[in-house]
């Protein structure tokens, strides 16, 4: 039989049949049941794999490396999308059973409604996961236990055992620790002494967050940890809100972390990148891409400078403004609940983390174990990515060689090596001079550790929910409900939000690069040759996809409830953590709709970058002049007695 074209095809179903645990035979059938008879190749994702598979009279065979519980097979036929779901079940018919691919959002989508309504995290995420185990195991009366008791001896040993996990986990403990002992000491509040000289105001205190967030630019978990520790005792002072001081660490974190040229992201970026040029036979290099890329980077760079707009003008809107007028009228920085006992067991840790002896606050004491952190983290980069053959290679640039050494380099090991220096040195420094004995030293530690605790749970839960969502090939059936014939020139403002879908629904940035990357840049390119573009017009349009897969996935990031460097920016500021999502989520979304809607789509109909971040500045100024309120205290005051009256 002759190859017939599959998009003219009446293909309605991609039924599965089971031949044992790792071999398949697919069935195209019409919208009747009935065989399609084609022969030919098909573009068909399995398990989030595309493959070319090759049917004969309608039937196709495939096989996965190694067994698993469920398969997800996904196709675009002509302008409509194939996903479905097929659990491995001896006793169905075929050997498989079917389910629904829409099941697969509902373990992200409950965890962060439930989060959103009861501002209960932990018990949110740990429903999250029990209903995707439920679907996992089978959607029956036994898989309603079974899934239970899989959250623990699953998914949460799982996310125990992963060693990037426990680093992290490690890496958050000794921060906590190494906070814990130069507050005790006296170094927290010399330094808050010394920044007092330029944190006059709250308007002042907030800038220097902000300058300390673009300064520490090579990792955004470090980034989140040491600027919240850092300055939330300044900003306490200023009465400034912990929403607010939340938003400007989690808002200066990743999307520094996410266009500077030299940090722990490029490598990733760079490797996704490489591999779509090389398919593609794209001569331009990777690192060069990368950088015509950052011409369209308009959601972490507009976010930067709105949050500097939002600072200088003194003004803020929404749940943000409530906030920050609770702060400077009453002084309540944090969103206190006085019967509550949480709120006791917070005060008496804050107790713990006071002065021991307020008399010798001396600021050399914290600066020096946060140096440490800082400067180790970046030796640690730098030993762990070296390469000889990198630097001995005359035909690369220094900052290329530099990118490339931390791009391959152990961020993890390098953090924790930082971390344990930074704890070393604050200890050896606070018992040297005498401040606290060595066993009242280790009690510092100890208590800084537990306050990481309630922060390491939901980062566990959020992680094993990632994987859930793995399992149940989440971020594979979003992406395929984005699917179709589009023209090129919209393609950049459809993987934004697609993006940012994914990355809010499974709460990782990294996750959804690791997707889209691989997926849009090729259907980039065979689209824009199939619209008959040349290579000059198609590579501003690969640029922009390159730019704006990065830019939503932080988007998506900044507004999810699980996502972990969220939930660290939470724990490092002092902030409830549904009160900064929920403060920063109008922010997020006014940014993102701008760089997308007017700069994404103005540089999609080739108006010059630099035009169109004034364009998207102006506009964001514009918003923030219109709807914004001054949080000064007069106009706070005014605000109130207009309210009374």
Sequence with gaps: MAQEDSSELAIEEL?????????????????????????????????GDLQEISFTEGEARFSIPQRANLVQVSANIGTHTIARLYRLDAEAEHGVRHFPMWLSILPPLIAIILALIFR???????????????????????AFFTSLLAVADTYLIGALTDPDHISVVIFSMLIGGMVAIISRNGGMAGVVNKLSRYARSARSSQLVTWVLGIAIFFDDYANSLIVGNTMRPVTDKHRVSREKLAYIVDSTAAPVAAIAFVTTWIGAELGYIKDATVTLGIEEGAYSMFLNSLQYAYY????????????????????????????RTTGAVSNHRP?????ARQHLEMAEFEAIDPDRSRAFNALIPVLVVVFGTVMGLLFTGYNPETWADTGIGFFRKLSMT?????????????????????????????????????ESLVTGFKTMLPAMLILVLAWSLAQ??????????????????????????????????IAFSTGSSWGTMAILYPLMLPATWYVSQQHGMSVEETMPIMYNVISVVLAGAVFGDHCSPISDTTILSSLASGCNHIDHVKTQLPYAITV???????????????????????????????????????????SIRAEAVAELT
Excluded at 120 to 142: M, N, Q, R, T
Excluded at 409 to 432: D, F, H, K, P, R
Excluded at 613 to 632: C, M, Q, R, T
């Design 15 to 47: 039924k599965l049949q089971a031949v044992n645990d790792t071999a398949f035979t697919l069935r195209a059938t019409n919208e009747s049941g009935n065989l399609v008879r084609y022969s030919g190749p098909l573009p068909v994702r399995i398990n």
């Design 406 to 442: 931390i791009g391959d380099s152990n961020s993890y090991t390098a953090l924790i090596w930082a971390s344990l220096s930074g704890v070393v040195v604050a200890i050896a420094l606070t018992v040297s001079q005498r401040i606290m004995s060595i066993y009242e030293t280790m």
């Design 592 to 634: 993102a709709l701008v760089a997308n809607l007017v700069c994404t789509s103005l540089s999609s109909w080739g108006v010059h970058w630099f035009l169109v971040y004034l364009i998207g500045i102006a506009v964001l100024w514009g918003i923030i002049k219109l709807i914004g309120k001054k949080n000064e205290p007069e």
């Design 468 to 501: 859930v969502t793995k399992e149940l090939y989440t971020a594979e059936y979003l992406t395929s409900l984005f699917s179709g014939n589009v023209s090129p020139r919209w393609l950049p403002e459809i993987t934004f939000f697609l993006a940012g879908i």
């Design 300 to 327: 972490p760079v507009l976010t930067l400078v709105f949050m500097l707009m939002l600072i200088w003008m003194n003004r803020d809107y929404g749940l943000m403004h409530k906030a920050e007028r609770r702060a």
């Design 339 to 343: 019967d509550s006992r949480s709120d």
């Design 120 to 142: 209960e995290v932990l018990l949110s995420l740990f429903a999250g996961i029990w209903v995707g185990g439920f679907v996992i195991y089978g959607l029956s009366l036994k």
